[in-house]
């Protein structure tokens, strides 16, 4: 079992940054891949960010590419998202989770955190 637990959303101006932090208990995090996904009202669950178990490898979906970095510390069991450049369109519940697969698809992954509210206003 891993546990997730996601923190740093909140309300943000067009333009301004958050950085989302997840931090891990449970098995190893370090052998995982980790993935950030968001979810807006009325609207499906989507992949934002992966990363590999070493931080060696990282996938962005478009949208976000260029404003958004994925990393990790594996030292302190934490994932991170760095978000710049937000936009209005950024708002959603952003959730982190495990994989054992480096993927970008919501199937793969098993453990989930409970989410935290980005709101970007125009």
């Known amino acids: 079992q891993v546990q997730l637990v996601e923190s740093g959303g909140g309300l943000v101006q067009a333009g301004g940054s958050l950085r989302l932090s997840c931090a891990a208990s449970g098995r190893a995090f370090s052998s995982y891949c980790m993935g950030w996904f968001r ?11 992966a990363l590999n178990w070493s931080g060696g490898s990282t996938d962005y979906a478009d949208f976000v590419k260029g404003r958004f970095t994925v990393s990790r510390d594996n030292a302190k069991n934490t994932g991170y998202l760095q978000m710049n450049s937000l936009k ?13 697969l480096f993927q970008t698809e919501v199937q793969y ?6 989410g935290t509210q980005v709101t970007v206003s125009s």
């Open 39 to 49: 979810q807006a009202p009325g609207k499906e669950r989507e992949f934002v960010a």
């Open 88 to 100: 209005p369109e950024d708002t959603a519940v952003y959730y982190c989770a495990a994989s054992g």
């Open 109 to 114: 992954y098993r453990y989930w955190g409970q």
